[in-house]
């Protein structure tokens, strides 16, 4: 990539021109470094694509903790609160609105005091200015609103990225799960000192991931329990149909016993003249 550049720089370069091209030099001059900002701007572009790829694919191989991500009503909240927190000064929420905290427990004086000036039906905005992010981080951190749904293993992907923090050998802070990830350990798992503050962070991820996978699909909930009475309706009718073949078929197996019988009362009329006449 650094001959890239370098070849860019070379091809790129201001051209000189002698006094007599002056009508010409200063337009050419201008076109020149507007060429080299825009070449320069798409080789460090394709420089930080690659990287971030490189990135992805190191992560994706990473084996995922064990963990079963307990999506109750309380530990949605309780994540709720914590990704509010912590998350949306540099993440949005695009497809959650204010609103939608009434669904998983919110008050709502808790959600007046949440939301500020922002309306209800407003969706979740970072705090922070869009440049400020992306001077601080190099890239405008994703929404989180589908984010369970983004990555492979969902919940525990989140969970397992948010306990992969670690102090590596040069005394920085690294990611097990994300290796050269941009985001800081928001919730110093990293630096717990002891077990017992270990223990305490991992229960708040394990609710942060339960909101994230809620919030990547709020009506979740609802088409469960609407899938229970849809199952229920569909094997009433199923035995409402077995009853009903078996009275069809009752009906059918009567006549044909029926014929049956007049057929050999028929055969036995017909037989007694022929004996008669014998």
């Known amino acids: ?13 201001p051209c000189s021109g002698k006094s007599g091209q002056a009508d010409h ?3 050419t001059l201008k076109e020149n470094t507007t060429m080299k900002k825009a070449l320069l701007k798409s080789a460090l572009a394709l420089t930080g694509a690659l990287t971030i790829s490189s990135v992805f694919a190191a ?11 307990k999506n109750t ?31 998983i427990g919110f008050s709502q004086e808790e959600i007046d005091n949440i939301r500020g000036d922002n309306g209800m039906n407003e969706a979740f905005k970072r705090g922070m200015d869009i440049n400020m992010v992306r001077d601080m981080f190099g890239l405008v951190p994703p929404d989180l609103s589908l984010m369970a ?8 992907y989140i969970y397992s990225l948010l306990v992969g923090y670690h102090q590596n050998e040069n005394g920085d802070t690294d990611n097990k799960v994300f290796p050269g990830i941009r985001m800081p350990d928001v919730m110093s798992y990293s630096f717990a000192s002891d077990d017992a503050e270990r223990q305490e962070i991992k229960d708040s991820i394990q609710n942060v ?5 809620w919030a990547s699909d709020p009506n979740a909930a609802k088409r469960e329990g609407i899938g229970f009475y849809v199952v229920a309706y569909l094997l009433l009718l199923t035995i409402l149909y077995y009853l009903l073949k078996k009275r069809i078929w009752a009906t059918v197996g009567e006549r044909q016993a029926l014929e ?6 028929g055969e036995k009329a017909e037989a007694k003249p022929q004996s008669s006449e014998a």
């Not at 749904?149 to 525990?156: F, L, N, P």
């Open 260 to 265: 049956q019988q007049s057929k050999r009362e």
């Open 59 to 69: 992560g994706g191989h990473v084996e995922l903790e064990d963990v079963t991500i």
């Open 1 to 13: 990539m650094g001959r890239t550049l370098a070849a860019l720089q070379e091809r790129s370069g």
């Open 25 to 27: 030099s200063g337009q």
């Open 149 to 156: 749904k983004a990555r492979k293993g969902g919940g525990t």
């Open 73 to 103: 009503p309380e530990a949605v909240k309780a994540g709720a609160q914590v990704v509010i927190e912590n998350c949306v000064q540099c993440h949005s929420m695009k497809y959650i609105k204010y609103r939608h905290l009434a669904e």
């Open 209 to 213: 991931s339960a909101f994230l996978v």
